[in-house]
């Protein structure tokens, strides 16, 4: 009977206290997978609780709505400080005019950066975005969402569109093996046969004039082994094939992959 009673005063003490200590593994042995569950758990407070499915499902212990560029993020529940790989994902109000700061629940701003160590340029994250940040000890730093920098094209280029530039003054005719030699060296390559379509439609606007004429490698080849697509004989959809292995000097353009 002391047993009992001992057994029922130590239950009502838990219910009281809302929490039940174990010193060794609880085992769920219900023959109904259903029985076998843990139910009732809170939305977690602090980050040292049990966190329940709906918590885990609904994301605010890694999700937070930010603006400006001094973003402030509140996690649920809240970060303590931030620590080395703490990655959150955030969905921006507007887009960065400048360097940007992210401060945790309240934490000391800590500096946003891309590549390492360099602060965020003007739109580098646009408006609406969702952008994904880990912390590594020292600064949050940006893994996606990044606005995608095109480079410049280089001289003596035009730019086609957001994609590629292409030359504005067609090259000598060699053979393709040599052509293949001469864009390389310039950090190019031989157009496709879609990039010289799309130049050569839009060659007026581009202030390309060379684009018919004479027929031009492209780096296509024709359905053929050994074959390679040949374009621009007379205008800009006529093609052909020619042999590229063979001593055949042909005119040719090199684009630039922006």
């Excluded at 390492?116 to 000890?137: I, N």
């Excluded at 280029?157 to 390389?184: K, L, R």
């Amino acid at each position: 009977m002391r047993e009992l009673l001992l057994l029922f005063a130590t239950c009502a003490v838990a219910m009281l206290h809302g929490q039940v200590r174990s010193d060794r593994a609880i085992v769920l042995e219900g023959a109904d997978p259903a029985d076998r569950a843990v139910r009732g758990l809170k939305d977690p407070v602090t980050a040292d609780e049990a966190m329940n499915a709906g918590a885990i499902q609904g994301g605010g212990y890694l999700y937070a709505e930010v603006s400006g560029d001094g973003w402030q993020a509140v996690l649920q529940p809240a970060v303590p400080s931030p620590v080395a790989g703490l990655r959150i994902l955030l969905h921006v109000a507007n887009g960065n005019t400048g360097p940007v700061t992210l401060s945790v629940n309240g934490s000391t701003p800590i500096p946003v950066l891309k590549n390492g160590d360099q602060p965020l340029s003007p739109g580098d994250v646009q408006s609406g975005a969702t952008a994904s940040v880990v912390f590594d000890g020292t600064a949050f730093q940006l893994i996606d969402a990044r606005r995608i920098e095109r480079k410049p094209c280089p001289d003596g280029t035009v730019a086609v569109n957001a994609m590629y530039c292409i030359e504005t003054a067609q090259h000598d005719s060699i053979d393709f093996p040599e052509a293949v030699n001469v864009c390389g060296a310039l950090g190019m390559r031989i157009c496709s046969w879609a990039q010289f379509y799309l130049a050569c439609y839009n060659a007026g606007s581009l202030g390309i004039t060379d684009l018919t004429g004479d027929w031009e490698w492209t780096d296509d080849t024709g359905n053929s082994p050994g074959q390679l697509r040949v374009v621009g004989q007379s205008s800009c959809t006529q093609a052909s094939v020619g042999t590229g292995w063979d001593v055949q000097a042909r005119y040719f353009h090199c684009c630039f992959r922006r």
